[in-house]
């Protein structure tokens, strides 16, 4: 089918519309209509020149979802370009658990220095988030705000869900990601939840239900690795293995909370910004460690075949991976914790950033949600209290 001029163009591009925005949690809902949309992104409205998902129509005029003519959200009015990548978070809490400003500016500029490029010209992603008045006035774009208080929201999902229907202007469905700054769910005492990869709505809960220590740390690291998985990142990158030593990202539960360390001193609270080598657990040769020279200024952590966690010096020099005192071994041993040896491959993040998850944006062709089961139960404080007590 061929489109005629603008007139039918139009048409069809606001029932799309009308479609997404009328479809609650809804992905199942939108899975009949990507046929009738997919012609649509060769359209000009859908031209998504920054790749962020937010066609470039949107991101100039502002959006209007009900195409009534009167714009809804006024993307340039928040900031957005369509020639630099934005991403865009509401942030609802619950009594006490949202985050502080500090961790609002550590969040900001770890994208806004992410290693990705813009046809601007400029480098990293600005993303916006809005936490309402009381989250100051650098983040209140007037969506954010208080939530009654559920010490459990279970089940986790249809209960996220809820809160969100009722405190998220639908017309930011293909704008904004909804994250909760909650307390527990399904009394799991998880730090968190994305419910899907990639998906358009989180949580971050590390209440005082389980006795969480929360620091800045902690909810940068959580914030950073849960909204990670909304743009389509894994615990192992390549695949859902966890605690690989080379997977250099807060993805990964030896990094979630402590940021990866680095010979600088200064943790790094961000995806992964290259993929070393895979590493062989059968053939695994100490003396080259990470064998990359890129992670001269890294350190990484690896699990002992006793369970142990351990962290290197400079991860381009040798690793003891047997644990045995010396770093000259070609050995073979499971050091990421589990009992299997495979062969462990990483994962460049920012390289694989996915926009559009859910029901977010309506220029690019991204993936929408699948549900990987084994990523949905996330770090609980007794996981991290095990690393940290063992390493030695
Ligand atoms: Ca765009
Ligand atoms: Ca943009
Ligand atoms: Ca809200
Ligand atoms: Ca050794
Ligand atoms: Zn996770």
């Keep these: ?44 409205a859908a031209t998504d020149t920054d790749g962020d998902s937010l066609p ?26 369509p020639t630099k990548k934005d991403l865009f978070v509401e942030m609802d809490y619950m ?12 969040i900001v500029q770890t994208f806004a220095n992410a290693p990705v490029s813009n046809p601007d010209g400029s480098k990293g992603i600005r993303i916006h988030l809005d936490g309402g008045p009381a989250a100051g006035a650098a983040y209140n774009l007037g969506g954010g705000n208080q939530v009654p208080y559920d010490s459990n929201l279970q089940p986790a999902e249809a209960q996220t869900d809820a809160i969100k229907k009722a405190n998220f202007a639908p017309a930011r469905k293909a704008i904004f990601h909804y994250m909760l700054w909650a307390d527990d769910y399904d009394n799991t005492c998880s730090s968190g939840n994305a419910f899907a990869i990639p998906n358009d709505t989180f949580i971050v809960t590390m209440g005082p239900k389980c006795n969480w220590t929360v620091t800045e740390n902690r909810n940068v690291g959580t914030f950073i690795h849960e909204l990670g998985h909304d743009l389509g990142l894994t615990h192992g990158g390549t695949d859902h293995a966890n605690y690989k030593p080379n997977y ?15 010979t600088s001193g200064s943790n790094w609270f961000s995806y992964s910004s ?7 657990e059968t053939s695994l040769r100490e003396s080259v460690g990470l064998n990359t020279a890129t992670a001269s200024t890294w350190k990484t952590k690896w699990k002992c075949p006793n ?12 690793i003891d991976w047997n644990c045995d005192g010396d770093t000259v071994d070609t050995t073979s041993t499971s050091i990421n914790g589990d009992t299997s040896k495979t062969t462990l491959s990483a994962q460049n993040n920012w390289a694989n950033i996915k926009f559009g998850g859910g029901d977010v944006g309506g220029g690019s062709s991204q993936s929408k949600t699948s549900t990987p089961a084994h990523e949905l139960k996330e770090m609980t404080q007794q996981e991290y209290d095990n690393l940290k007590t063992t390493t030695r």
């Design 307 to 318: 369970g142990s966690t351990r962290t290197s010096g400079a991860a381009n020099a040798g």
């Design 56 to 81: 470039d129509a949107w991101e100039t005029n502002g959006y209007d979802a009900n195409g009534d003519g009167v714009v809804d959200v006024d993307l340039p009015a928040l900031g957005a370009s």
């Design 248 to 262: 250099l990202s807060v993805m990964n539960y030896f990094f979630q909370f402590d940021g990866v360390p680095r």
């Design 274 to 280: 290259f993929a070393p080598p895979a590493l062989n």
């Design 1 to 44: 089918m061929r489109f005629r001029p603008r007139p039918v163009v139009l048409a069809t591009l606001s029932s799309l519309v009308l479609t997404a925005a009328a479809t609650s949690g809804a992905v199942a809902g939108l899975a009949p209509d990507q046929p009738a949309a997919a012609p649509l992104a060769a359209a000009p």
């Design 95 to 106: 009594s006490g658990r949202l985050a502080t400003t500090a961790a609002f500016d550590r």
